[in-house]
């Protein structure tokens, strides 16, 4: 089945830098990749995706590549706010369409 | 519009006890999920029905049942609790072709084992 693994595993940053969170796959078959965003005790919520027939989208701050060929994608937010402070997951659907494999997550940390 | 609701939101069982998680959904969603999340581990998936009357297993099914009989509903058993099983569950449902809209998620249920 898919692999995914994801990297750091925290993450703290000054508000106004930037943060990139990088996942790797192992499913060359998977072509769906979502990120989620948790706040603390809420529920995950999808924030953006990118299908594999795209290389980057963007989404005002958030932005989302995925290289293919090596397999793997990365979120990058810009101008970080401390509402940005949560934990991230990223995704990865396998060859199947309907279900999705997780990445253990990364605690993204924005200092005022 | 009440989207995925997840019953209870807390619960504390001892060691051996049963107890069944509701998980229901409005949206006329096909799909439905049980996840597991712990600490430093992300979310793993239990068990996943693809249609009314239809389970699969996933990641980690192993203590878990589950149920499909109505689309709109998917219950997680536990039929003897270990303290292995404490966590938070999240319910998902999505509709076929995933990469429409992802998943919805419940808001969860934390379960503590004793």
């Known amino acids: 089945g898919e692999n995914v693994e994801q990297h750091p595993s925290t993450l703290s940053v000054q508000e106004g830098d930037s943060a990139v969170i990088k996942c790797t796959y192992s499913?060359?078959?998977?072509?769906?990749f979502p990120w989620y965003k948790q706040e603390l005790g809420k529920r995950p919520q999808l924030i953006i995706d990118?299908?594999?027939?795209?290389g980057e989208k963007k989404d005002q701050r958030i932005a989302v590549t995925l290289n293919k060929t090596a397999k793997h994608f990365s979120l990058h937010i810009t101008e970080t706010q401390p509402e940005d402070s949560a934990v991230y997951f990223c995704a990865a659907s396998g060859g199947s369409n309907y279900k999705l494999t997780f990445g253990k997550g990364t605690l993204l940390t924005v200092n005022p | 519009n009440a989207g995925v609701t997840q019953t209870p939101k807390f619960r504390v069982l001892k060691t051996g006890q049963s107890m069944t998680l509701l998980c229901a959904q409005d949206?006329?969603?096909?799909?439905m999920y049980w996840y597991r999340q712990d600490p430093g581990m992300g979310l793993r998936l239990i068990h996943y029905s693809v249609g009314e009357g239809t389970t699969a297993k996933g990641e980690v099914p192993d203590g878990y049942n589950v149920s499909r009989l109505k689309k709109q509903n998917f219950l997680l058993g536990l039929e003897s609790a270990a303290p292995s099983q404490t966590s938070v569950y999240f319910c998902a449902s999505s509709i076929p072709g995933l990469f429409a809209y992802g998943y919805t998620f419940g808001s969860g249920t934390r379960l503590t084992v004793v």
């Open positions: 949206m006329n969603h096909e799909y």
């Open positions: 990118i299908r594999s027939n795209v």
């Open positions: 499913d060359s078959a998977s072509n769906y």
